[in-house]
Structure formats: C-alpha cells, structure tokens
C-alpha cells in the first residue's frame, strides 16, 4: 500500500472514530480527560489547599507554618476538616481542568499547532505560551465562584463559629448579600493568577516534554512515555504556582477577610505589603509548591492517559 493510499484509510478510520478526527470530537476528548484528571488531582491535592487558604488568610499570627497550621486543622476536626469543602472545588476542578484543556486546545487549533510535532518539525515555544494565557481567561471566569465557595468553607476551620453550612449555605447567602456579583468577587484577582499561570503552566510542561523528546531521541511527540510525561506536569505544576502566587494570596482575602470587604485588587495588595511586608503575599507557598509537584503530575498523566485511549474509541 502505497503512502497515499495510507493517509485516506487513516483519515476513514479516524472519520468512524467518537473523540478523533475533528475540531469537535478533540474538544469532547479534551473535555472528558480534563474532568477525569481534574478529579484525581484535586482529591489528592486538596487538604494541602485547605493548609494554604488557611495560612494565606490567618498570616503568623495564627500559625507558625504549614506544619501547625496542619496539626492544629487536624486537632480540631481530624480529616474530615483537612477536605471541609471538598464538594465544589472537586466539581470545580472537574469543570476548570475541562474549561482549560478544551480552550488550549481551541487556542492551539487557532494558531495552527501541529498536533503531531516530530524532531524535525517542533512547534514554536510561543505558540503554546499564547495559547496557555488564552486558556488562562476562559477558566478564570468559571473558576471564581468555585474558589469564593471553597475559601469560604476553608477559612471556617480557624473559627469558633461556623457561618455556613455547606458550599449550597455559601451560594445562598452570597447572593442574598451582595447579590449574583458576588460570586465573581475576586474575579481580576483570580484572572490575574490563572493567565500568567496558564502561560507557565502549559509553556513549562510543553518545553520539558520537548526537551526530554529530543535528550531522548523519541522522534514523534507521542512516543514520550507517561512517567516522564508526569515528570513534565510536576515542573508546570511548581512553575503555575510560583510565578502568581501573590495574585492567588490577594484572591483569597478578597474572598473570604471582611477587613477587605469592598477593596479592589490592588488596595487590598497594598494593605497586605504595608501591613505584613512581601512575605505576607507569600503566605502558604512552601506547602503549595510541595503540593504542586506530584498534584500536576497527576493532571498530566491522567489527561494523557486518558486522552490516548479516548482517540482509540
């Protein structure tokens, strides 16, 4: 069988396959391995975000570090307070993972990214950095309200009196008081985070999975094994989150701190370096950043995984 002839019957079996084949059936495939990665990712990740939240938001007044803001969580309410909130930001992370990979992959079909780059034919970094910010935008508007709920319920660990009683008790009582608005608030601080990190998040992942392809001589993309496809997400995963962790720390006292009630991003960015100095928007970024490494690597693994044996159905 000659060369043409090879190509017409890959593309009719592509064409017979559910999640090949066209913008359309890559973006169902992006949309269903998004959720299942985001499903394990978040569930593993989750009580070192409930460690955060609540340093970023109780500062050294209240904990002197990740580890006694750890066990002074656990004493109070055992483990079932490290996953308090789990319910939405499981869902959310399902919906943002989805949002994201659907939206890299739209951006990356819109800047003409091969999506079968060999040794000899890479794809430019900056292609996939554009497309990776772009993506940043989409989630940050279905990820807002998500993050406003979970700091919400989060942050009740450290109080003696519990405002709500779940993340629907969160809903209700948000749009009672400021309205459906309000669950966008921290929308600028949260776009401020998810498109630099989007921009470092994809662009590290792509350009570790590119370098390794190349020490290693694999000639297509694809022939990259899984573990050094999770080594790749581990670096994006720290690289997400240091490069706009002060964005993610103004973010969740906007969210949460009634003391910043009625600030706009940048006054309350002010208000935590005049009163806590640089470290106070650094708050909880050691946990993170351990967290990152294998929650990410998580993400990646399992939307390859899953995203190669989607293309096969």
């Known amino acids: 069988m000659s060369g043409g002839e090879s190509a017409i019957v890959e593309a009719i079996e592509q064409d017979k396959r559910w999640f090949a084949g066209s ?8 949309l269903l391995s998004g959720m299942i990665s985001g499903f394990f990712c978040k569930t593993f990740e989750y009580p070192f975000d409930t460690i955060k939240v609540l340093q970023q ?30 319910t939405s930001p499981l869902l959310g992370a399902m919906a943002e993972n989805a949002t994201l990979f659907v939206a890299y992959g739209a951006m990356k079909n819109a800047l003409q990214v091969d999506p079968s780059p060999t040794l000899s034919n890479p794809v ?15 989630s940050a508007f279905v990820l807002t309200p998500v993050e406003l ?38 929308n600028l601080s949260c776009l401020a985070r998810e498109v630099p ?26 022939d990259v094994p899984l573990y050094w496809i999770a080594f790749s997400g581990a670096c994006a995963g720290v690289a997400y989150w240091a490069v706009p962790y002060p964005a993610d720390t103004i973010k969740s006292v906007i969210q949460t701190n009634p003391k910043f009630s009625g600030m706009n991003f940048f006054q309350a960015g002010s208000t935590i370096l005049r009163t806590q100095g640089l470290a106070g928007l650094y708050n909880g970024l050691p946990i993170t950043c351990i967290r990152a490494a294998p929650s990410h690597a998580l993400i990646f693994y399992f939307y390859e995984l899953t995203s190669g044996f989607l293309a096969t159905l």
């Open 57 to 86: 938001t109780g500062g050294k007044s209240e904990f002197n570090g990740s580890a006694d803001a750890f066990f002074k969580t656990y004493q109070r309410g055992g483990v079932r307070a490290l996953y308090q909130g789990l």
């Open 23 to 30: 913008p359309g059936k890559d973006s169902a495939r992006d």
């Open 124 to 138: 430019p970094v900056w292609k996939y950095l554009v497309a990776g910010g772009g993506s940043g935008v989409f």
């Open 197 to 222: 990190g989007n921009i470092a998040w994809f662009g590290v992942y792509e350009i570790v999975r590119n370098q390794i392809q190349r020490v290693f001589n694999y000639e297509r993309q694809q």
């Open 149 to 186: 709920v979970k700091c919400r319920l989060q942050i009740q660990q450290s109080a003696t009196t519990k405002t709500y009683s779940g993340p629907i008790d969160v809903v209700r009582k948000t749009v009672q008081k400021e309205g459906v608005r309000g669950l966008w608030k921290g």
